[in-house]
Structure formats: structure tokens, C-alpha cells
């Protein structure tokens, strides 16, 4: 063995996570979410269908003619990076995967009959091969959860508002019921973080992800400790004024910002359900019949509490300061995903007394089920 060798420290491979459910990456509130809307007999497939009989074909044919598709004999090494991540989240077949000529740092999952992945050229030119397993492993992330039903549901739901604009009150409703989507669409980007760190199993690759989309594409120049001082600043600095912006600024976004998420996956692993994880404790694919809404909703709505009370933004202080609302947030919150399971059996009937009725779709391509 040569200096050179003994100097090298031996490259760990991630340990296979066979059998994992994803239930083991879901944030408390997506999975919740999901697991409602999948007691409803037949909701999927009616969904896939409204998405698949012609968006879905027409969203692969424009990857298909203006992309390259990747396999062993193109982009080889994406493609090794890809089966890696794969094999470590104990995924048997591989979706399709393409690279699109887009410069922006991004990456998507498309579709819910046959989801297909797509990373954006300039991914590819910006991250390394571990930084590239990760993002990998977020979108697989995605398609393991299923996570596209928000999104057909926001685009489905966002057309109804449009067509019951003049019925006030069930469009208000629909409208409470696309922003708890989008609420729930935030929280799987967080799952999805963490099913990328579990693809690799390499904190720091995720953290350094992270850090180039919030614009450190050089990082020789930047510190992942004062990164995440960062994100601790914009939790607590300010005054009112500032959280009543941030509230604004969030709710309009599909994505938690990059320094939050940063600090969701430290707290995430901090919190020891990631060692647990890789150390084989987690729940299996074959338990997911078992899962049970009320636990589900209950998780929820505790994330949701140790997350108010856990938080230094100036308006949620003031609100601890009123009494406590943590428990009225978090079981508000929390208990969403089985609201809007109730109203989908109800047929889409509103509070009041009011019917928010109609059976209309939208029309043109709906949006990717995650841009990164």
C-alpha cells in the first residue's frame, strides 16, 4: 500500500434501506396528508386519469424530442449516480430520466401513471456527483411518496375557484382547501430533503445542495455554520412588520426558502430519526396497510405545536405571549388533511350550506410535481 493510499480515508457506501417505507422520510404533516387523501377508494386513479390522458404523454414527448435521455451510454455517470440513489432508497425500477437544456439549478419529478425525472443542465454543471445523489434521491423522494396528488389536486381545485368565482362562499372554500395543498406541497419539499439525505447518506452533500440554491455556487467562499446562522436570523429577526412579510412572502411560494430547509434537515437530524434510520429502524413497505389517519393527524398537529413553540419569529412570540396557541395552530393545522378527506366525500360540498358543486378540469399542462 502506497502513502498515497494510506492518506486516502476509504469511501463509506450508504447502507441499503431494504424494504423502506416512505412513511420513514414523510414530514409529520405531509404524511398525514397522504394518508387521508388515500382513503379515498379510487381518489388516485380518478387523478391519474385527469392528468394522464393527454398532459402527462404531452409533458414526456417534449422531454423526449428536446432532451437527452439518460442511460449507460448517455450522461453514464448521472446515470451510475441515479442507480446509486435508487438502490440505496431500495427502488427496484428505475423511472425514465432526462436532461434538459435549462441552465437554472433545478431538478423535477413529472407525472403520477408513470412519473419520470428530469435534471436541468445546469444541475449537472453546478453540482458535484454526491451533491448530484442527492438531488436525485429528492426527486425519487417525490415519486415514492406520490407526491404529484397535490399538485393535480391545486391545478384541478384552482380551475373550480375560477369557474364558481360568482358562488362567494364555495369558492372561499376551495380556496382554504388549495392553500392547505400548497401548506402540504411545502412540507413534502422538506420530505423530500430528507429522502435525498437518505439516497446518499451524506449530511454534508445535502447541506452543500442547499447552500448553491441559495445562490453559493462557489463554496469555497461560504460556511456551512454561518449558513445556518442564517437561517436562524431570519427566523427571529424583525419586528411584526417583517413577519407579517415573511407570512405573505411564504405563502405564496411552492417551496420553503433554501435556509429553512437547511435548518429543517439539521434539526431532522439532530433529532436522531435519521441515525435511527440508517441504523435499520424504520417502517417497512409492507406496514403501510396499517397506517391509520387519527395517528397520522395527531403527528401533524404535534410538529405543528413543537414548530410554534420552538419558533423566535417576533409574531409567533406575541401570540405565545396571548396564551397558548400552539395547540390551537397545531390542531388546526394538523387536523387539515382529514377536513379536506371529509369534503371530498362530501362531493365538494361547502360549510353553510353552501354547494361549491361542478365537475370542471383545467385546461393546458399542469405544472411539474416539484421543481427543486
Not at 445535502?206 to 456551512?224: E, F, P, V, W, Y
Not at 403501510?288 to 414548530?307: C, G, P, Q
Amino acid at each position: 500500500m502506497t502513502d498515497e493510499e494510506r492518506s486516502t480515508p476509504p469511501v463509506r457506501r450508504p447502507v441499503v434501506l431494504t424494504g423502506i417505507s416512505s412513511r420513514a422520510w414523510e414530514h409529520p404533516a405531509d404524511r398525514g396528508a397522504l394518508t387521508a387523501l388515500r382513503e379515498l377508494r379510487g381518489f388516485d386513479d380518478v387523478l391519474k386519469a385527469l392528468n394522464g390522458l393527454w398532459n402527462e404523454r404531452a409533458w414526456r414527448l417534449e422531454f423526449l424530442g428536446g432532451a437527452i435521455k439518460v442511460s449507460e451510454r448517455q450522461y453514464p455517470t448521472l446515470y451510475r449516480a441515479f442507480a446509486s440513489a435508487a438502490a440505496t432508497l431500495d427502488i427496484s425500477e428505475l423511472p425514465e430520466l432526462y436532461v434538459s437544456p435549462d441552465r437554472e439549478l433545478n431538478g423535477m419529478c413529472i407525472g403520477m401513471s408513470k412519473p419520470f425525472i428530469v435534471v436541468n443542465r445546469g444541475a449537472i454543471e453546478l453540482l458535484d456527483e454526491d451533491e448530484l445523489r442527492v438531488l436525485l434521491g429528492h426527486e425519487l423522494g417525490h415519486m415514492v411518496s406520490g407526491h404529484a396528488v397535490y399538485r393535480t389536486m391545486i391545478i384541478i381545485l384552482t380551475g373550480w375557484i375560477v369557474s364558481l368565482s360568482w358562488l362567494p362562499i364555495g369558492s372561499m372554500v376551495l380556496r382554504a382547501i388549495v392553500a392547505a395543498l400548497r401548506e402540504w406541497w411545502r412540507k413534502a419539499e422538506l420530505s423530500a430533503d430528507r429522502a435525498g439525505l437518505l439516497a446518499t447518506q451524506d449530511p454534508n452533500g445535502s447541506l452543500r445542495l442547499l447552500m448553491k440554491l441559495a445562490g453559493g455556487g462557489d463554496l469555497s467562499q461560504i460556511d456551512t455554520t454561518a449558513f445556518l446562522e442564517q437561517a436562524a436570523e431570519y427566523d427571529r429577526s424583525g419586528d411584526l412588520r417583517d413577519s407579517l412579510i415573511k407570512l405573505r412572502m411564504v405563502m405564496g411560494r411552492s417551496h420553503p426558502l433554501p435556509v429553512a430547509r437547511a435548518a429543517q434537515l439539521r434539526r431532522w437530524i439532530d433529532s436522531g430519526e435519521y441515525g435511527r434510520i440508517v441504523a435499520g429502524e424504520y417502517p417497512r413497505r409492507e406496514d403501510d396497510r396499517n397506517a391509520r389517519v387519527t395517528d397520522d393527524v395527531k403527528a401533524a398537529a404535534a410538529s405543528y405545536r413543537e414548530s410554534f413553540n420552538e419558533s423566535q419569529d417576533p409574531l409567533v412570540n406575541l401570540l405565545k405571549r396571548v396564551g397558548d396557541g400552539s395547540s390551537d395552530v397545531g390542531e388546526w393545522v394538523g387536523a387539515g388533511a382529514g377536513r379536506v378527506r371529509d369534503w371530498m366525500r362530501g362531493g365538494g360540498r361547502g360549510g353553510a350550506g353552501s354547494e361549491s358543486g361542478g365537475s370542471g378540469t383545467t385546461n393546458g399542462t399542469p405544472p411539474p410535481a416539484d421543481a427543486n
